[in-house]
């Protein structure tokens, strides 16, 4: 049985951060080739512009993707280009818990080791200021789900509803069968 767990929407925030950046360096880029040359239509804007909105558009689409799923005693999350997939018996459910990132800052994402971030969204694996090592799906820090894994790292999501997401981890993990 799987069931998909909403992730927390984007703030409106995220892709301006996304657009804004991208559509300057485009007009930048377009001023700079049009400013330095004779030409009508400059041969180095044919190239650099469509290449610059491709960009723009995949990183847009890799925004959505963003899945939490629980399939069986597994739990799946997606976060843009990256993955992790979790055994519910390697959660320490016990020390799970909802957070306020602004409250917690010790928890906040700092070091980006292999992720992907813009403003209010944060995804993939990351150092924490406390030095934790954590795999991240954030895109409401108001409401974070920690999850400690027995191994050591964490894993930090934002799903729209975090207590029925880790009731739903608590309901896989009590009828595991015990060892």
């Not at 049009?34 to 400059?42: A, D, F, Q, R």
């Not at 403003?119 to 954030?138: E, S, V």
Request: charged share 25%; hydrophobic share 45%; glycine share 4%.
């Amino acid at each position: 049985m799987t069931r998909d767990f909403t992730v927390a929407p984007l703030d409106r925030w995220t892709l301006l951060g996304l657009w804004l950046p991208m559509t300057s360096a485009m007009a930048i880029a377009a001023g700079a080739v049009l400013w330095n040359t004779s030409e009508t239509v400059p041969r180095g804007l044919l190239f650099t512009l469509p290449f610059m909105l491709l960009v723009g558009a995949v990183l847009h689409v890799l925004l959505r993707r963003r899945r939490i799923q629980l399939e069986h005693d597994q739990l799946r999350i997606t976060a843009t280009m990256f993955r992790k997939q979790v055994p519910v018996s390697a959660i320490d459910l016990d020390k799970a818990r909802i957070v306020n990132l602004d409250e917690h800052t010790e928890l906040k994402p700092a070091l980006k080791t292999n992720g992907f971030s813009l403003p209010a969204f944060t995804a993939g694996n990351y150092r924490l200021r406390n030095k934790a090592k954590a795999f991240c799906l954030i895109s409401d820090r108001a409401r974070v789900l920690v999850l400690p894994l027995r191994d050591g790292p964490l894993v930090l999501l934002s799903p729209e509803k975090p207590r029925e997401l880790l009731d739903g981890l608590r309901e896989v993990a009590a009828s595991a069968p015990r060892r």
